[in-house]
Structure formats: C-alpha cells, structure tokens
C-alpha cells in the first residue's frame, strides 16, 4: 500500500515565525503535491513537484514556498506565518500527472496565533 | 481555466436510503480524468474512482456507482442503501496535465 506520512497532525504556531511542514511517501512517485483545505473553498493547489528540485506553482502559492531535495520527501514552508494560513495541509503523491490517483497523507491542522 | 462544482453542500439521509451526489465539471482539455474521494471524520482523503474522457460507460462497485455524462459534463456519483459509514465529505477532483482541481465537496451524514 502507498503511504504518505506527514510530520505532524496538529501544530500551533505564533504569526511571524517559520514553519515546515513535512511530507514524505514510500513509493516512489515522481508527483507530490501540496493543498489547503478549508471549509466551503475544497483542497486548493498550492505548490506542486513533478521530480527532485522541480517545482511548480497552484492556485495560491503566494506566502508559501517548497522544497523538494529528495524524490520522497516534499517540505512546506511558510516563511513568516500568519493567521489566515491557520488551515488544514494535505500532502498527496502520483505517480503520473493526470491520470494516476493522488495518494493522501492524513493532514496537518496548523493554526497560527 | 477548468472548474468544478459540487452545489450541494451538505445533505442529511435517513440509513438505507439512496442518495446522488452531484459533479459538474468545466474544461477546454479533449483528454482529462475524474475522480472521486471520501474524506470520513479521520480526515484522509480515500480515492474511489476515475474515469477518462474517453470513457463513458457508467460503473457499480457494490453500492456504489457513477454516471458519467460527457454532454452535460457531469460525473455523479450514487449511493445506493446508504449506511452510517458513508457519512464524510465527498470530494470531485478534475486532472488533465499539470492541472488539477478539486470541488469544494459535500458532506453527507447518514441518520441511523
């Protein structure tokens, strides 16, 4: 079975400080992905990856940056945290980009103070 | 730019009743896929099907099913005999290449 782990289910930051967030997935997928999910707006894009160092802008990148250092592991970073990025973080891998299933990590629920 | 809509927001079914959750989709791409997840209260999203342009022959797996309607652009989704397990929120996602897009879901709860 594929897994997409993420570093931490629940994390509490203060505004201005930075914060990764992690996302690594064992099955060699060339495809990882970052969204936000927030109530009444779905899972927004925000950051995609489609090989090691490569990256490619969603929907809403803006005050967000990525990493992507190492096939398995795809890093969120918020530079300098506010209180509107206080959301739900899903990570998700693919194999391919279009066809394949996205595969999920459980999410992250950060919340900035 | 593509979309999808997801107008139902929430809806509340009594056990054992059917229920369609409905998916509308917006594209300029000839060749994209469909899919469906189920978010339930533990938060990871579950995949449940895909579909290709291509293909518009409707699917059943066990109680669930899809109606896929390339003229109206719809990709419903069917629920026949619901159970209190299927209550979660339901998510319609679009892909074609390097796009990908996601409705806003509906959440579904099953009353016992």
Known sequence: DVKV?????????RTGEKVFLECVQDMDHENMFWYRQDPGLGLR???FSYDVKMKEKGDIPEGYSVSREKKE?????????????TSMYL??????????????????????? | AQKVTQAQTEISVVEKEDV???CVYETRDTTYYLFWYKQPPSGELVFLIRRNSFDEQNEISGRYS?????????????????QVVDSAVYFCALRSYQKVTFGTGTKLQVIP
């Open chain 1, 73 to 85: 592991r795809f890093s969120l970073i918020l530079e300098s945290a506010s209180t509107n990025q």
């Open chain 2, 20 to 22: 369609t959750l409905d």
């Open chain 1, 45 to 47: 894009l925000i950051y």
């Open chain 1, 5 to 13: 782990t993420q570093s931490s289910r629940y994390l509490v930051k």
């Open chain 1, 91 to 113: 990570c998700a891998s693919s194999q391919g980009l279009a066809a394949d299933t996205q595969y999920f990590g459980p999410g992250t629920r950060l919340t900035v103070l």
């Open chain 2, 66 to 82: 899809w109606n896929f309607q390339k003229s109206t652009s719809s990709f419903n989704f069917t629920i026949t005999a619901s």
